[in-house]
C-alpha cells in the first residue's frame, strides 16, 4: 500500500502560450486562459512548458509569459514554472528567474543536445536544485530531450530529495509504475503523468495528477475525469476519458506533411481555443506554420462532436 | 460505448519453451506447464512467440512444441500459434504448420529485418490470412520488429476481416486506446495487452484480455487481476497488479552486461518456473546464456516476496 | 603501415535474384546475371544476401539459388553465401545447406528480432564457425539486424580465428576506419565496404574490396574503379564514382510512400537489369511491391544518363 | 565535373572553450589556443561549436568566449560563430550578437527539442539569414539535434542562396556525395566534413574542408593531411590520417560508465591540451565530469604514440 502524501495532485494543465497574428505575446488572451482555468477548478498551473512553445521564446517573452500568469493566479494555486534549457548552468539562470517572478515550484528536463551520461544527468538535478531554493519537479519527456529518465535514477533523486516529483511524459507507463513502486514509501514524491487519454489509466494505476496539453482546451473534462477516478468511480472515469481522448483529435488536425508535432499539436489546441473565444488568434512562434483553415474546420468539428460548441 | 464483443478475452499466456540442461525440448516440462496453467483457469494459450523462444527455434522444435501444446491442452482452451518469421512466404509456411498441427489461430508480426512501406505491411497481413484459414492476430512488438503498427493500419485491416485482433506488446498505450476507440462498434475486434506491469490500467481503458510472459509463473495471479477487473472490483485489480508488479522483478536478476532482453527476460522466467518445480531446467537457447546460481538467488528472493514459495 | 593479406579482395556484387512474374525463381535470368558478372571481372560473387532477398525467400528457393549461382560459377572465382536467420541455431541450418551446396564462405550476421547482449552476439558467431568448416564473414547491417557490430567486437572475433572478415554495411566509416587500424597487422583479415557511393573514399581507407548491390547493374564500373583505386589512380576512382554516384539514382526511381527500402532498392536494381536485358522481369517477393511502369522510365532516364543504354 | 569555387576551403578547427578549475572562461588560454592554430596555418576558425561547449554556455559566457576569439585572430582568417539554439527567434538572437562581436558567418543547426517538420526546418534557415545578413553554414549534427539535413534540403537551400554550405558531422557519407554532386554546378557552394578518422576519404570524395574536433590538439597534422589530398598526394594523406585516427583514441580515454560523450570528447581534448601546455587546465561545464588522473594518463599514452610529446 502507498503511504504517500504527494506534494503536489489534480489536474495542473501545462499552458500554451497565447499570440497575436504578429507574433507578439498576447496578454489579454493569456490572461482570459488562466481564469478559464481557475474557474475550472484546477488544481495548479504549469507554466512554460513545452505546450507553452518554451522552447521558442526569447528569454524576454518567458519572462512576459510567467509575470503575466503568476499575477493573474494570485496565489490561488501554485504555478510551476519551466525552466528548459540544455544545460545546467543554462537551467540555473531561468530558475532564478522563475523564483524572482514568483513560481511555486520548477520543472527541469535532463541536459538536451548535450551528450551526457546517467551519472551526469543526476549531477545535473543536484546542481540546479541547489542553485535555486524552490520544489523541483523533473520532467521526463523523451521525444523532445532524447533521454528517458530511468526509474533508478528518479528514485535516487528523490529519495535524496533533490527532486519532489516527476512530470511524467515519457509515455513509458511500465517504468511509470515501477517509479511509483519504489517510491510508495516515500512521503511527499509526486508522479504526474502527462498523459492525455490513458489518464484514467495511469490514476488507477498511482498517479497523483495529470497535466494534459488537452486541457487547456477541456479542464473542465479533466477535472471531472479526475473526481471520479479519486472517488473510485471508474466507470465515469473511463467514460470521461473515452470522451477526451476523441476530443483529442484535434491534434490530428494538421496535414502532417507540412505540420511537425508541435504545429500540429500546440497549433491544434491553440486553434481550439481560439474557436471556443478564449484565446484571439492560433498564431504559432517561427518556423512552426499555424492551421490553415481547412485544418480548423476540422478543429471545429471535432469541438461540437465533444459537445464544447 | 463499446459495443464489441471481442472473439478472444482473458488470460492467454505466452509459453516459454522449456529446455534441458542439453538444450533440447524438454516435453516432459511443457506438458507440466500447460498442465499449471489450464488449472489456473487461463482462457488461451499463446504458442510460440517471444517468450517462448521462437525465434531461436528450428522449424523442427517448432513443430514438436506446438504438437505438444495442441496435444496437452486437448481442446480445452484455444491454442493461438505464434508464426513468427521475416517475411510473408515464410510466415505462410509456418502458419501451414499451425494448421496442420492443430492451432486455433495465428499471430504474426510485421515483416522483420526486411524495408518495407506500410502498404507493404498491410498486403502482407492480406496475404498471409488469405492463404491460411484461421483468425489471424496481428502481433504488434517494436522492440523486436522495429516498426510500429498504427491505429489507422489496424483500423483496416480488422475492419476489412483480415485481422481478429492484436495483440500489443508495443508498450505505446495512446495508440492502444486510440485503435480501440476506433474499433468500438467493430462486432469481434479484440485487443490483447502484452503488458505486465500495467494490466490493470489497460484493462479499465478496454483491453478485452492480457498476454503476460509472467503469467507463465504466477497464472493464478493474472487471473485474479483479470476476473477483479471484469468485476468492476479496480481497488482489488490494482493490488494484485501492484503485487505482480514487484514479482515483475524477476526479470532485473540478470547481470545485464552479459545477459540481453531475452536471457533477461525468458531466463528470469524459466528460472521462476525451476524454482517452483514447474520445469526441470532454466536453460536458454543459444546464443542466450542461462541465470547463473547468484542470479537464481535473487529470482528466489522475489518468489518468496510475492509469496508464491 | 598495413601488413594484412586480405583473403578477399576487388568487387563481389551481392546478386539479385531473378524472379519471374509468377513470383517463380527465374534460372536463365540468373545464369545469365552470373554470366555477366563473371565477364566483368568481378573477383567473387555474394549470394543470398539483402540484395537477393534472401529474407523474402524459403528455403527451398534459397537452395536454388544457390545451386544455380555455385554451378554456373563453376569455380572461376569464390562463392560467399548469406546464412541470414536470426538466431545461431537456424544460422547453422543454413550454413550446412550452403556447405553441402558448395559455397566457399559464409556470410551471417548478428542475431535478429532476438535481443541479445554484446558478449551473446560474440557467442553466436563462434557457435556458427565451429559448426561448419566455412570461412565465415560477419555481415554489418544495422539498418536490418538494429544492431552495430562494435570494433571491438570484430577485432576479437578476427584476431581469434573466428571470422575472417566483414561485410560492412553499416554506413559508419569512422568505425570501419577504427576497425581496420585496429587489425592493420593481422594477416587475413578482410574488410568489404558494402558502400555503393563512397567506394573511393572507403578504398583509400583501406578497405579490401567492395560488395555493391549496384555492381548488379553495372559491374564494369565498379571494376574499373576499384582497379584505378588499387593502381594509385585516384582522381580517375572519383570520376568513376561519381558517375555510378548518378546511377544509384535508380534506387529512388520509386515513389517511396508505397515502396520501402527494399522495393525501391532492389526493385531498383531488377528494373535496370530488367532494361538492360539482362533479367526477365523485375518482379520482387511479396509483400513488396514491382516498380511500375512510370517508375521504370525514372530508372530507365538514368540508365541512359549513366551511358548503360 | 565539379565547377564550385566554395566559399570555405581547409582546416577550420571548431574550438574548445578552456576554463580555469573554477569554471571560469581562461582567455590566456583562450589565446593560446588560437594563435596556435594561426601559427599552424588553419584556413579558419568555428567558434562556439560542439566542441567549444556552447550548449553549456550562459550567453554572457558565450559572448566573452566570441570577443577574445574575433580579437586575437584580428581578421588573419574567419571566424564563422556557432548560434546553437532549439529555435528561430532564439538563434537570431544569437545571431545578432555575432554579428556585432565580429563574426565572419554564421552556424546555426536544425529546431531541436522542437517537434518540427522538413518544411518548417526549411523557414528555419530562412528566417535566420534573413534576419542577419552574415554567411549561414547549416550545421548538420544529428547526434545532438536528432534529425537530418537531407540532401534535397541542403540543395535547395544553397540554391536559393539561403545557406552557403554544410558543416556536416552527421557521419552519413552516402548523403554527403548525394548532396556534393547535386550542387556540383553551384557557383560557391561549400561542404565542409566534420570528421576526424575519414577526413583523406571524404576529401577524395570532394569536400571542401574540415572541422575537426581534433584539430585543437593537432593542427598540424590536419594541415598536411588537408594540403596532402589538395596536391593528390593520397598516400600521404592516408598515412597522416592513419595516425590522426590513432591518436583519436584519446577520447576513449574516459571510463563511459560515467563520462557521457561530451566528457569524453571535448574532454580528452583539453586533457590533451592541457598536457601540451595549450591550455592551464582539463575543466569542462556543468554537469559534466572532467577526465581524472588516470585517464590523463591514457591521453598521454596517446599523445605520445602520435609524436606530440
Known sequence: ?????????GVVPPLVTPLTDDGALDVPSLERLVAAQLEA????????GSSGETIYLTDEVRDQVLEVIVRTVAGQVPVMAGCIEPSTDRVVVRARRALALGADALVATAPFYALVSDSEIDRHFRLVRGAVDLPLLAYDLPVCVHTKLSPAMVTTLAQDGVIDGVKDSSGNDVEARQTMLALEQHPTYTHLTGH????????????DGVVP???NVDPDGYVRLYTAAREGRWADAKAEQDRLARLF???AAADRSTAGGNAAGVGGFKTALALLGVIRSNQVSPPLRRLDEDERKRVAVELEQAGLR
Open 41 to 48: 477548478g484546477v488544481s495548479g498551473l504549469f507554466a512554460l
Open 213 to 215: 496539453g488537452l486541457g
Open 1 to 9: 500500500m502507498t503511504t504517500r502524501t504527494p506534494r503536489y495532485t
Open 196 to 207: 492525455e487519454v490513458v489518464v484514467d489509466a495511469m490514476l488507477l494505476a498511482g498517479c
Open 249 to 251: 483529435r484535434i491534434v
